[in-house]
């Protein structure tokens, strides 16, 4: 069966219980985005203090990957890249990817120069391969004024994607509602997508953020099939919280969008809920997602 059923969903399917005992997730896969648990491992003295219990607790929950939040000078979390997939490998988390960029400056912009900027990517990609990651994820880039300046920006990205996939990783880009704005008259997101080659590029939808800039995620999945290898699930706070995300329709679509892993992300709580037992929460309602369940009995 497809890797993308097999995450079509990843998504540990069913918790197993007997006699009212403590539920235990089911070993399937299911990734966290470190920016949710920023407040306990978001900074160098936090991480070193607490990653141990808090990386324990997220494989308790069932997650088995993790994607980072917090890269800079070749180090993750202050550590490194070793170190780092050494300390989600004794958790039994995979160090599966990687927010991280380097945009362009004005006047790098302005004269379609990527030098200086293609050396920043060459100590990244170094990093992440010492690491064990799989994808690195340019977090998101601001809307180009123009279409010459959007053009720069995928040729750009065109760029970095190469050198990923030379070095044996897969290179995306994460969308928030803002890609969805028009520039002379073109989505930008569209812009992008059909200037960039889906051999060095793929797309991590923020499923929350789509809804958010009332687009919809499915139709998106067919009308650029098998771009989007990765998915951010999030919701307003915990997931399935709102009801504003069709996460069934989502998952549902996942063989059309060619989904090979997803990351759940909680931007934040509602003051009240702790930010671990939001992540719990959230692997209970994936886990027992009923086209989660459905996709994977295929």
């Not at 993308?4 to 299911?30: H, N, R, Y």
């Not at 279409?147 to 990205?157: F, G, H, I, P, S």
Request: glycine share 8%; aromatic share 14%; hydrophobic share 35%.
């Amino acid at each position: 069966m497809k890797r993308i059923l097999f995450i079509a969903m990843a998504l540990v399917l069913g918790l197993t219980a007997c006699d009212g005992s403590k539920k235990k997730p089911v070993q399937k896969e299911m990734g966290l985005q470190l920016y949710s648990i920023r407040e306990l491992i978001g900074n160098e003295e936090n991480y070193a203090k607490n990653h141990v219990e808090v990386f324990k607790q997220l494989r308790e929950m069932g997650y088995t990957y993790v994607e980072a939040a917090h890269y800079n000078d070749g180090k993750f979390y202050g550590v490194s890249p070793e170190q780092y997939k050494q300390d989600c490998e004794e958790a039994g988390l995979k160090p599966l990817s990687s927010h991280a960029t380097r945009g362009l400056n004005d006047e790098e912009l302005a004269n379609h120069d990527f030098t200086e900027a293609l050396k920043w990517w060459e100590q990244a990609i170094a990093a992440h391969k010492a690491a064990g990651m799989e994808y690195i994820v340019t977090p998101g880039w601001g809307v180009p004024k123009n279409l010459k300046d959007a053009q720069t920006m995928c040729d750009y990205a065109n760029e970095i994607g190469k050198m990923c996939r030379e070095a044996g990783l897969k290179y995306g880009y994460h969308t928030h509602s803002h890609e969805y704005q028009k520039v002379e008259d073109q989505v930008w997101m569209e812009y992008f997508m059909e200037n960039t080659d889906p051999e060095n590029m793929f797309w991590q939808m923020d499923t929350y953020w789509a809804c958010w800039g009332n687009q919809f995620p499915v139709h998106y999945f067919k009308k650029y099939p098998g771009r989007f290898k990765m998915l951010h699930i999030k919701d307003k706070y915990e997931l399935g919280e709102s009801g504003f995300v069709g996460f069934d329709a989502i998952f549902g679509a996942a063989d059309i969008a060619g989904l090979e892993n997803f990351i759940v992300e909680i931007e934040e709580t509602d003051g009240q809920t702790d930010i671990m037992e939001a992540c719990r929460r959230s692997a209970e309602y994936i886990q027992n997602l009923p086209a989660v369940k459905a996709t994977y009995a295929k």
